[in-house]
């Protein structure tokens, strides 16, 4: 069994289109989708109909749900400022979907659980499979990260939402966790210029099961940034520019 997870596209159709070439000249039986598919990109009614295409299970994320609800789980993180240009642009996002792109995103579950075949499972959820909005990463404390999954060990665990591409092992198991990393808007938070904190290319995972091997790969795929600004530019989203001026380049 070969599954392709995806997470954190983010309205960012190019970069799911690039992600989706490149896996299919990979191979895989599934697509599964972490979460935060819509909400914040360009091109918000295309990656809908992309998804909708692809016909894969997809989590519902906290972006999305605000998208979609206007409630604010997780305001207190982030500064006024920000918020009234993130309502402006979720204003902008609604007013590009029709009412079948917001039935579709409405269907999207909390959770998502794919068989690997025998009585292997993986479990998809964004932040952690209680709460889209709760972030695990690579510096949560070890005693806090195996508390939060230890319900859930039984199962190959995938989530989303800190655009990381990361893995750890669950205690006492066999199993582990993996963040697939961001699609649409893959992050560097150890960049030292605060201006450039996004990578120019998609992230994604491929798990393979085969009997009793299992294989965790992670991949990147460069972005054309010439055709993601055109995008950008033509998609008239509220602080396009502002958003473009966040991506680096690597020499």
Same mark, same amino acid.
């Given at each position: 069994m070969r599954i392709i997870v995806l997470s954190d596209v983010h309205g960012n159709c190019l970069a799911l289109e690039t992600v989706v070439e490149d896996a299919k000249k990979k191979g895989f039986d599934q697509i599964v989708c972490n979460g935060d598919m819509i909400q914040s990109g360009p091109q918000p009614h295309e990656t809908v109909q992309l998804l909708r295409e692809l016909k894969c299970p997809v989590v519902m994320g906290n972006s999305d749900a605000w998208l979609m609800t206007g409630i604010e789980t997780d305001a207190h993180l982030i500064s006024e400022e920000r918020r009234k240009k993130l309502?402006?642009?979720?204003?902008?996002?609604?007013?590009?979907?029709?009412?079948?792109?917001?039935?579709?995103?409405?269907?999207?579950?909390?959770? %998502?659980? /794919?068989? *690997?075949?025998? @009585? !292997?499972?993986?479990?998809?959820?964004?932040? $952690?499979?209680?709460? &889209?909005?709760?972030?695990?990463?690579?510096?949560?404390?070890?005693?806090?990260?195996?508390?939060i999954l230890k319900p859930y060990a039984g199962h190959i665990l995938t989530g989303g939402h800190t655009h990381l591409q990361f893995t750890r092992r669950l205690r006492d198991s066999q199993n582990f966790f993996f963040n697939p990393g961001s699609v649409g808007v893959a992050v560097n938070p150890e960049h030292t210029n605060e201006q450039n904190l996004l990578d120019p290319w998609a992230e994604y995972a491929i798990l393979t099961v085969e009997k009793f091997n299992t294989r965790?790969?992670? %991949?990147? /795929?460069? *972005?054309?940034? @010439? !055709?993601?600004?055109?995008?950008?530019?033509? $998609?008239?989203?509220? &602080?396009?520019?502002?958003?473009?001026?966040?991506?680096?380049?690597?020499?």
């Open positions: 309502d402006i642009v979720r204003e902008w996002s609604l007013s590009k979907l029709n009412d079948e792109d917001r039935a579709f995103i409405n269907s999207f579950q909390p959770t %998502v659980i /794919v068989e *690997l075949g025998g @009585d !292997k499972h993986l479990l998809a959820f964004h932040g $952690s499979p209680t709460s &889209f909005d709760q972030a695990l990463l690579p510096s949560t404390p070890e005693d806090e990260f195996q508390e965790l790969e992670f %991949v990147r /795929v460069i *972005l054309d940034m @010439d !055709k993601m600004t055109e995008v950008y530019r033509a $998609s008239d989203r509220p &602080f396009a520019d502002e958003m473009m001026d966040q991506y680096t380049s690597y020499k």
